[in-house]
């Protein structure tokens, strides 16, 4: 997935579970992430992440801190809002080898 339609999909999901495949591992792995950092509880938290080309920093509320996704690497993007009920849609994404 490129970088700008990853930020993308995050933002109309706004929180949002993200599942991908961990670069060193290689495991799939998943997040609570949002990119809305409007809000004082995630900017009282430290940073040092640097987003580069082909990272994108997140704030992570299930392990409570900043994080660099490669979007390269994402498998799904599930709205939380869907999960909890909230709304009853859900945007998914595919892996590369099942895309057209």
């Known amino acids: 997935m490129k970088k700008a339609d990853f930020i993308s999909q995050v933002d109309k999901c706004g929180d949002a579970v993200i599942t991908y495949r961990s670069t060193n591992s290689r495991k799939l792995k998943y997040n609570v992430c949002t990119l809305n950092f409007d809000n004082k509880y995630i900017q009282s938290k ?4 640097k987003e580069t080309k082909d990272t994108v920093l997140l704030f992570c509320w299930d392990t409570d801190s900043y994080r660099l996704l490669r979007p390269m690497n994402v498998t799904s993007i599930v709205p939380l809002s869907a ?6 849609w859900i945007y998914m994404t595919l892996p ?3 895309k057209n």
Do not use: Q
């Open 46 to 49: 430290k940073n040092r992440a």
């Open 83 to 88: 999960i909890l009920r909230n709304k009853r």
């Open 96 to 98: 590369k080898r099942m």
